[in-house]
């Protein structure tokens, strides 16, 4: 704001006096329209030492008054103002058309996926074997990489429902149906909440369920902590033949190609609602830590979720 001090009208206007001479009428050096706080009505027969009394008290006066920068000027009072007004104090309005534009391009890029999944992704290979080797249905032999990639793929929703419960929560729509679906269809469930989500101003207020303190402990975070370590580390300890195979179920088959790229996909979007969790929890660390920890596949969000602080700080 700006500074704004108070001087009493008998600093800036010349004393009143009856006449010129000497033997006029002493001079009146205070206002009966009213003082500042500690000056006291001086009158003098405008000698200097009454004069030197009269600028000591008012001196004094507005060293007293500078501490005041907001009040309203009193009777007998001129208000100085220096500066132009500070807006600064007052809280942002948040911008509508940057959150309409994430949530367009949002949802243009679930429509592009989409459009790619069902018109554009290799489709050269019998995926429902596949997918029966993987439920255990068939006796088939699955690649290793590509069955690591689909556990993850299950894991995914857990993080995200701990990130999304309660500090994600919108005043939209839930994120339970969409959370539920992602098990089954991953980003292609997740990207129209993240299109239609508008913060919750209250999201870390309120009472927990029990669903939520399941998310919300710790031995449960370490339990996927370690899941996801021990996956992450069979994809990267593979053969070369095992990701020889892998790069050619890529190029061949729609539920790998798809699963591939959705994996990505939850990957590169998990850094935004990590630091989205720790800024509503006010965390310390919220500024840097979780944008690495997110950059790391599955491991970082779940050591993310293991180091925040269970309640907000």
Same mark, same amino acid.
């Given at each position: ?148 990639? *689909?556990? !993850?793929?299950? /894991?995914?929703?857990? @993080?995200?429902?701990?990130?999304? =419960?309660?500090?994600?929560? $919108? ?48 031995? *449960?975070? !370490?339990?996927? /902590?370690?899941?996801? @370590?021990?996956?992450?580390?069979? =994809?990267?300890?593979?053969? $070369? ?53 997110? /950059?790391?596949?599955? @491991?970082?969000?779940?050591?993310? =979720? ?8």
């Amino acid at each position: 704001m700006a500074a704004t001090s108070f001087l009493p009208l008998q600093s800036v206007l010349p004393a009143r006096t009856g006449s010129t001479s000497p033997s006029s009428q002493p001079a009146v050096l205070s206002l009966r329209a009213g003082l500042p706080h500690g000056v006291t009505r001086v009158r003098g027969n405008g000698s200097k030492q009454g004069r030197s009394v009269a600028a000591a008290s008012i001196r004094r006066s507005c060293r007293q008054r500078k501490s005041v920068r907001s009040s309203k000027p009193g009777r007998g009072q001129l208000q100085v103002t220096r500066g132009a007004p500070d807006d600064s104090d007052e809280a942002p309005e948040p911008d509508k058309d940057v959150g309409l534009s994430t949530s367009v391009g949002v949802g243009v890029l679930w429509l592009a996926l989409s459009t790619y999944a069902f018109g554009f992704s290799p489709n050269d290979f019998p995926d429902q074997e596949l997918l029966a080797g993987l439920l255990n249905l068939e006796d088939v032999e699955v690649n290793s990489i590509f069955y690591s990639i *689909f556990l !993850l793929m299950g /894991l995914w929703p857990v @993080i995200y429902a701990s990130v999304l =419960i309660p500090a994600g929560r $919108s005043t939209r729509v839930p994120a339970w149906p969409f959370l539920t679906a992602s098990f089954a269809f991953g980003c292609f469930a997740l990207l129209p909440y993240f299109a239609l989500w508008e913060p919750a101003p209250d999201a870390m207020n309120r009472e927990q369920s029990f669903g939520e303190k399941l998310l919300e402990n710790r031995t *449960f975070a !370490l339990v996927n /902590l370690f899941a996801s @370590i021990g996956l992450v580390a069979g =994809i990267a300890t593979s053969s $070369s033949g095992e990701w020889s195979q892998y790069l050619q179920l890529f190029n061949n088959s729609r539920l790998v190609h798809m699963t591939s790229i959705d994996f990505v996909t939850l990957s590169l979007c998990a850094p935004i609602w990590l630091l989205n969790d720790a800024e509503k929890r006010r965390w310390k660390y919220a500024d840097i830590l979780p944008l690495i920890l997110g /950059l790391i596949p599955c @491991i970082g969000p779940c050591l993310y =979720i293991l180091l925040r602080p269970r309640k907000v700080a």
